[in-house]
């Protein structure tokens, strides 16, 4: 027990002269800033470059913070521009023995019989397409019609309207064929919102489409930013 005693006091007393030692050291220490309290008083996790460490550390997660940031940002920017990305319809008016029209105005073609529909942009009560997200779009129509007597006249014209704007149009006025059909197809680049639709001119008509001839489609191309 004394001997134990002695062992502790004469290492304390080395310690103790050690520290003073080297506190009281005037020359250049070995690692520049090294703190000599730390060193000799709370020596776990000390060293003399804790602090440039420290430094290092910090500057290395605010870069890091950075880089997440600019990802961030970079990912938001890639969905809004892909986001609308699956955009395709297509549908077809319902069969019908008798005729659409004539009509005393221009009337929207209601294209019921829908057998896609990605993106959800086209109505089928209203006929028309509303473009969910800017891009160039791909539309085609096509007009089919067949006269219920022989001799008897074709008389049809149907246009592609882009807000209300004429794009495109096809038409049939002879006496020469009892059945007759025509497509257009075109491009078309749409802001968010814009309505693509095909109407029916005052006056003329659609007969015979039995078999659902009548068709409107359209997709997207490819997305841009507005």
């Known amino acids: 027990m004394i001997l134990c005693l ?131 779009f791909f539309f085609s129509f096509t007009a089919y019609s067949k006269a219920g007597d022989a001799g008897e006249r074709l008389y049809q014209k149907l246009q592609l309207m882009k807000n209300g704007q004429l794009i495109a149009s096809s038409w049939e006025d002879n006496r020469e064929d009892s059945e007759d059909s025509s497509t257009q197809t075109v491009l078309l680049q749409l802001r968010r919102g814009c309505q693509v639709y095909v109407e029916l001119l005052s006056g003329r008509q659609l007969c015979g489409d039995t078999q659902g001839h009548n068709t409107f489609s359209g997709y997207l191309i490819y997305p841009f930013s507005e």
């Not at 060193?39 to 550390?57: D, H, I, N, Y």
């Open 6 to 136: 002695c062992s502790r006091s004469e290492a304390a007393t080395a310690f103790d002269l050690l520290r003073e030692t080297a506190v009281s050291w005037t020359g250049t220490l070995p690692c520049g800033g090294w703190d000599c309290e730390c060193a000799f008083r709370r020596q776990q996790g000390c060293c003399c470059v804790a602090k440039p460490l420290f430094e290092l550390e910090e500057a290395t997660f605010m870069r890091l913070v950075g880089l997440w940031e600019g990802l961030s940002h970079l990912n938001s920017q890639i969905e809004e521009v892909t986001a609308g990305s699956k955009i395709a319809f297509t549908a077809a008016m319902l069969p019908m023995s008798g005729c659409l029209g004539p009509f005393t105005s221009n009337m929207s073609i209601s294209y019921q019989s829908v057998s896609l529909n990605q993106g959800n942009g086209y109505n089928s009560a209203l006929g028309t397409f509303t473009a969910p997200h800017a891009g160039l």
